[in-house]
């Protein structure tokens, strides 16, 4: 099975701050990463897919970026509404497995 | 549009069995694998696995091979899995989900059905 190491697993930002998540693979999953946010009480949303194509209704402050191994999420001018969980997918091989999260808050 | 309606909340005793539903609407049944995926309290997210309404075609993670069943009943456009002896580990929500039709994975997600396991 493919591992995904992700980090940070807790993220604390202003309104308005960048933050970064990065995800690293156990192996090459050439570039099928997707990125997922995750209120309490809701079922993942899926936000990024392919490693940067933004699915329809994400705002553009969300990027993805990466290959290989090693892949990134970013939130750029974070707004409240953005306060969540935040989870990658590999969806390469079967079993799809997901990173461990990061719950991202208000500083 | 697209929904997935899953079962309500059960709570099961240890060594029981389980079995949810997800009925799917707003498209042909037919079209898109179900897949199951398991979310522990305050943890990330498991794959299970996924059936192929079309043809029944199940395919499982090895970790839940013993543990669940995956059917389909077309005539319902429903979904089940039944999670059989069941332990304090199994207590989790568990979400049925499907692709997006351009390949977005897990673009289309069920609202969960939350599963405790309490003697």
């Known amino acids: 099975d493919i591992q995904m190491t992700q980090s940070p697993p807790s993220l604390s930002a202003s309104l308005g701050d960048k933050v970064t998540i990065t995800c690293q693979a156990s192996?090459?999953?050439?570039?099928?990463i997707a990125w997922y946010q995750q209120k309490p009480g809701k079922a993942p949303r899926l936000l990024i897919r392919y490693t940067s194509t933004l699915e329809s209704g994400t705002p553009s402050r969300f990027s993805g970026s990466g290959s290989g191994r090693d892949y990134s999420f970013s939130i750029s001018n974070v707004e409240s509404e953005d306060i969540a969980s935040y989870y990658c997918?590999?969806?390469?091989?079967?079993?799809?497995?997901f990173g461990a999260g990061t719950k991202l808050e208000l500083k | 549009q697209v929904k997935l309606l899953q079962s309500g909340a059960a709570l099961v005793k240890p060594g029981d069995s389980v079995k949810m539903s997800c009925k799917a609407s707003g498209y042909t049944f037919t079209d898109y694998i179900i897949h199951w995926v398991k979310q522990s309290h305050g943890k990330s997210l498991e794959w299970i696995g996924y059936?192929?309404?079309?043809?029944?075609?199940?395919n499982y993670n090895e970790k839940f091979k013993s543990k669940a069943t995956l059917t389909v009943d077309k005539s319902s456009s429903t979904a089940y899995m039944e999670f059989s002896r069941l332990t304090s580990e199994d207590s989790a929500i568990y979400y049925c989900?499907?692709?997006?039709?351009?390949?977005?994975?897990?673009?289309?997600w069920g609202q969960g059905t939350l599963v405790t396991v309490s003697s």
């Open positions: 192996q090459n999953i050439n570039k099928y």
């Open positions: 059936i192929n309404p079309y043809s029944g075609g199940t």
């Open positions: 997918l590999q969806y390469v091989n079967l079993p799809n497995t």
């Open positions: 989900a499907r692709f997006g039709g351009n390949g977005s994975p897990f673009a289309y």
